[in-house]
T-cell receptor, first 110, second 114 residues
């Protein structure tokens, strides 16, 4: 069975600082991994996904994530946080269906 | 044009009532889903349909019944609503089922049972 664990239910950074949201996965087969963002009172939007190939995946809004098989990780980063990045972020793994992590709320301080 | 649209967006109703949430996707996708998001933001799949056929039916009370009249629509009917049903319900779709398919979500339906 596949699952993902997001470390830290809440991350707070200052505007302009590095954003690092952590995700570790468990999968018995090569995983397909996703990051979604949810802004307040909205649905989930795809940020980026990893299927095969290049392990560094670039997404929208300046986010990127690196698939590290040896660490079973797929952490999401952004070099410089903007106020508009404040949202809930979900890591997910896909096999027969998509399973989501518990989410990490990102707060950006001015 | 909204890719996955669901109505109503907000719904407040009393315990014991029956309610429906409608969902339509205009992406031409074969697979549709219902997810439930609780107050702690945890997302759990409820149902999955592929070409109108039920594929995934997680452990969900029988009071919840999905209906897919065609592959562009997946409605959710809930009987005898309970307080614990209060949540956000997301409809979603993907091109196909299985690994690697990106899931596209609707805006959500906020259900409050009082």
């Amino acid at each position: 069975a596949q699952s993902v664990t997001q470390l830290g239910s809440h991350v707070s950074v200052s505007e302009g600082a590095l954003v690092l949201l952590r995700c570790n996965y468990s999968s018995s087969v090569p995983p397909y991994l996703f990051w979604y963002v949810q802004y307040p009172n909205q649905g989930l939007q795809l940020l980026l996904k990893y299927t095969t190939g290049a392990t560094l995946v670039k997404g929208i809004n300046g986010f990127e994530a690196e698939f590290k098989k040896s660490e079973t990780s797929f952490h999401l980063t952004k070099p410089s946080a903007h106020m508009s990045d404040a949202a809930e972020y979900f890591c997910a793994v896909s096999h027969n269906d998509m399973r989501f992590g518990a989410g990490t709320r990102l707060t950006v301080k001015p | 044009d909204t890719a996955v649209s669901q109505t109503p967006k907000y719904l407040v109703t009393q315990m014991g009532n029956d309610k429906s949430i409608k969902c339509e996707q205009n992406l031409g996708h074969d697979t549709m889903y219902w997810y439930k998001q609780d107050s702690k933001k945890f997302l759990k799949i409820m149902f999955s349909y592929n070409n109108k056929e039920l594929i995934i039916n997680e452990t969900v009370p029988n009071r919840f019944s999905p209906k897919s009249p065609d592959k562009a629509h997946l409605n959710l009917h809930i009987n005898s609503l309970e307080l614990g049903d209060s949540a956000v319900y997301f409809c979603a779709s993907s091109q196909g089922q299985g690994a690697g398919n990106t899931i596209y979500f609707g805006e959500g339906s906020w259900l409050t049972v009082v």
